[in-house]
């Protein structure tokens, strides 16, 4: 008895779904909990199991199809072994009858060299010469006769040397469609350019303090708590730091209205193949720096293999992007709607700066902060830059929170 599969119940907001991709084909043995097919939506990729073991009878939904809730994708026979599919004859090779190309081929290889090197400086197509040698060669007379015929020679010379510059410069095309996430993205991004009035400040960060806090404490930090420092849970901590001081960076507009949030949930952007996600640290002045690492480090990797939920990437205060692990040096990020402000990291590079009335090296970063101008004053989008750098260039503030 067949059993049907269905698409399972989709969140509120996510209206349909895409056929991904299938990763068996009809007919195929499968056994229960083993993936079927995955599902796109324009935030998570859901995975559909097998209900028991069994064989995938029927697939009705190919891949791309749009989807709904509860619509039928295939159907399933539990229990069954999978039918022997029979072997298909191998149509007899039927010797090609020689054409009038592979005549003119073989007739042109046996031609002289002289004969040859005439025909490629006019061009000619030898196929279209008739040989009066033996058993129909091409005379170097027969070239000459076929150019005499030929009018006007620079024009049939261009033509037929048309074809060859086409081979040549081959410009390959490959088109394939977008998919639901980056589609998704690529509109919350144009939506947030049309509706914010968005500005960009930036300002400088000497990150030796940190570094030098890496270095000192990396290995007993790792130890302890099993995950690497990274910058990361330095740039969170100093942001929520910065978000108490300007109250308006952590809000949101809705309406004539503004949200003030007195929560802080960070997100984080993580760049997949599929497209740009931004899963969310929930109450980020709550967390310790090992637990924001843990969390940036475990969301990574399930953004990448599209098993985030969209829980995980729903609401969030105030985002942070890193272009720097791209080697981005200064860039101006887009705010992630309804947020008013983003933060941009960048590549750290070391540059000669004045301290104290000297010049050294140091490990410089550019930093972004990108805010709605409608909400965001740009004295408050400086000062919490500033804040920001502060913070970063002497983190013993963060523990005293000064």
């Known amino acids: 008895m067949s059993t049907e599969i269905k698409v399972p119940m989709l969140p509120e907001s996510v209206a349909d779904a895409t056929v991904l991709n299938w990763h068996k084909k009809a007919g195929d043995a499968v056994k229960r909990d083993e993936t079927l097919v995955e599902l796109e939506t324009d935030k998570v990729v859901l995975e559909v199991p097998a209900p028991n073991d069994g064989v995938l009878a029927k697939i009705l939904q190919d891949k791309g199809a749009t989807v709904k809730s509860s619509d039928v994708l295939a159907l399933f026979e539990a229990g069954a072994a999978p039918k022997q599919q029979p072997a298909e004859e191998q149509p007899k090779a039927v010797p090609e009858k020689a054409s009038g190309s592979s005549k003119a081929e073989a007739s042109e290889a046996d031609t002289s060299p002289s004969v040859r090197r005439l025909i490629t400086e006019h061009g000619l197509d030898p196929s279209r010469i008739t040989g009066t040698g033996k058993d129909g060669k091409i005379l170097k007379e027969d070239v000459l006769a076929a150019l005499n015929q030929s009018q006007p020679k620079p024009a049939q010379s261009q033509t037929a040397a048309a074809p060859a510059a086409a081979v040549l410069g081959e410009r390959p095309e490959q088109r394939v469609p977008m998919s639901r996430l980056r589609a998704r993205v690529a509109e919350r991004l144009v939506q947030a350019q049309h509706q914010a009035a968005m500005l960009t400040t930036f300002n400088e960060v000497n990150l030796q303090a940190v570094m030098d806090l ?152 550019y930093i972004a902060l990108s805010y709605d101008h409608r909400l965001i004053d740009g004295k408050e989008s400086v000062q919490f830059l500033v804040a920001v750098k502060e913070l970063l260039e002497d983190p013993s503030r963060l523990l005293l929170e000064i």
């Open 214 to 365: 890496r270095a000192q404490y990396q290995e007993k930090f790792e130890k302890k708590h099993g995950v690497r420092l990274g910058f990361m849970s330095f740039f969170c901590k100093a942001v929520v730091e910065a978000l108490k001081r300007f109250p308006a960076v952590n809000a949101s507009i809705d309406g004539t209205d503004i949200v003030y949030h007195g929560y802080y949930d960070i997100g984080v952007a993580v760049s997949t193949e599929r497209g740009l996600v931004v899963p969310v640290l929930r109450d980020a002045d709550q967390m310790s720096m090992a637990d924001i690492e843990k969390a940036i480090q475990d969301y990574a990797q399930r953004a990448r293999t599209g098993k985030l939920t969209i829980e995980e990437m729903q609401g969030g205060t105030f985002t942070i992007t890193n272009g720097g692990v791209f080697g981005s040096l200064m860039a101006t990020p887009i705010i992630n709607p309804p947020q008013t402000g983003i933060l941009g990291m960048h590549k750290i590079q070391e540059r000669p700066i004045a301290e104290k009335g000297a010049v050294v090296i140091r490990p410089m970063m």
